[in-house]
């Protein structure tokens, strides 16, 4: 019945979580609104904002569980990927409560830790499934053979799909970060009024960029037309651009699931908040007669309790790191 701490840091949210046996008991977050007004995270402010949370973090997921530090059986954090002042402070903190406690120190991969999120509820995947991970930084289809068993299929050759959804917002004019208000509009837009290119890019892989620059020429014709074009139509351009971006990512999974023949399938990271995109897979596994799969919301977006089921899994199979271990901002799987 091991108990874990897991602490999150690798980009704009300190996270803390409390797990045991399998079982989150405790995940709470400090979001940083300060990057708000930068149109985007600022990887310094990012790294003294969780120099700030990262105590106050660790003590609510303890109170909230119940627990004190002497219950605790190991400590996990996010290795990699990620900002690396921001991956260091969650780190360093990490490797002090583990030699202070003198406990040991589980190393997470935040991408694996994504697909792992999927693990956390009932229902639960069987193995092997395949997972579509979409958040700011990455879009990846991973094969999921079991805890630690990932082969990426697919993934984005330039902006990640949440990107895509940020920088779309930018030219739309919403703040940063703009993924969740673009789902906002959208609810109450024509998805098929306005209509964007899908790039052709092969296999399983992804691009982003070619649909950032349609959408700016297609804002920049249309304004020189009718200056308050965005403001008359911003609901119909949110949907419509949302319901590009979600076929992208729908199509390759589709393409994937159908080269593998895994009938298990989910999604994970910021973007599977995306609420087309949710509607959009189980519409497609219904279908097509497979099983979806998507983590309640706060476990989509970044959280400790994805690093806390990881490290859950790598504490049963001894997979433990010592104090030498240093972050780093790309990891290979
Ligand atoms: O996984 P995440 O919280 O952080 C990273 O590791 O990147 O993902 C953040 C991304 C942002 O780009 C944000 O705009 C996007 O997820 N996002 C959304 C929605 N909620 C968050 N994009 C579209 N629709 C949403 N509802
Ligand atoms: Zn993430």
Redesign the pocket.
């Known amino acids: 019945m091991p108990t874990i701490l897991a602490i999150e840091s690798?980009?704009d949210?300190t996270s803390a979580s409390v797990c045991r046996d399998g079982k989150i008991l405790s995940n709470f977050n400090a979001n940083q609104t300060i990057h708000e007004k930068y149109g985007g995270v600022v990887p310094e402010l990012a790294s003294r904002a969780h120099m700030q949370n990262i105590v106050p973090v660790m003590d609510a997921a303890l109170n909230t569980a119940g627990l004190g530090l002497q219950s605790i059986d190991a400590i996990a954090f996010t290795k990699a990927p990620g900002l690396i002042g921001s991956l260091l402070v969650g780190a360093e903190f990490a490797k002090s409560l583990s030699l202070a406690l003198n406990k040991p120190l589980i190393a997470v991969h935040?991408m694996q830790a994504?697909v792992l999120a999927n693990l956390i509820e009932e229902p639960r995947p069987s193995f092997p499934f395949l997972c579509l991970t979409?958040?700011?930084?990455?879009t990846q289809i991973v094969l999921c053979e079991s805890p630690s068993s990932m082969k990426i299929l697919g993934e984005t050759l330039d902006d990640?799909a949440?990107?895509a959804?940020?920088k779309s917002?930018k030219l739309i004019g919403l703040p940063y970060?703009?993924?969740?208000l673009?789902?906002k509009f959208a609810q109450q837009g024509n998805p098929k009024r306005f209509s964007f290119p899908e790039p052709q890019i092969p296999g399983l892989n992804f691009s982003f960029s070619g649909l950032k620059t349609a959408i700016l020429y297609f804002l920049r014709d249309e304004k020189a037309k009718d200056p308050d074009f965005i403001e008359k139509n911003k609901a119909d351009i949110c949907a419509s651009v949302?319901q590009r971006i979600v076929t992208i990512l729908l199509n390759k999974l589709k393409k994937a699931a159908e080269q593998t023949g895994i009938k298990d399938i989910c999604i994970a990271?910021?973007?599977s908040?995306?609420?087309g995109?949710r509607d959009g897979l189980q519409e497609l596994c219904k279908r097509k007669g497979w099983n979806s799969f998507i983590p309640p919301f706060q476990y989509?977006?970044?959280n400790a309790a994805m690093i806390a089921i990881t490290a859950y899994y790598k504490y049963l199979s001894g997979d433990f790191t010592d104090l030498s271990v240093t972050p780093t901002a790309r990891a290979e799987w």
């Open positions: 690798s980009c949210e935040h994504h979409v958040s700011g930084g990455h990640a949440g990107e959804f940020d917002a970060p703009g993924g969740p673009i789902d949302q990271g910021g973007v908040a995306n609420s995109l989509c977006t970044d």
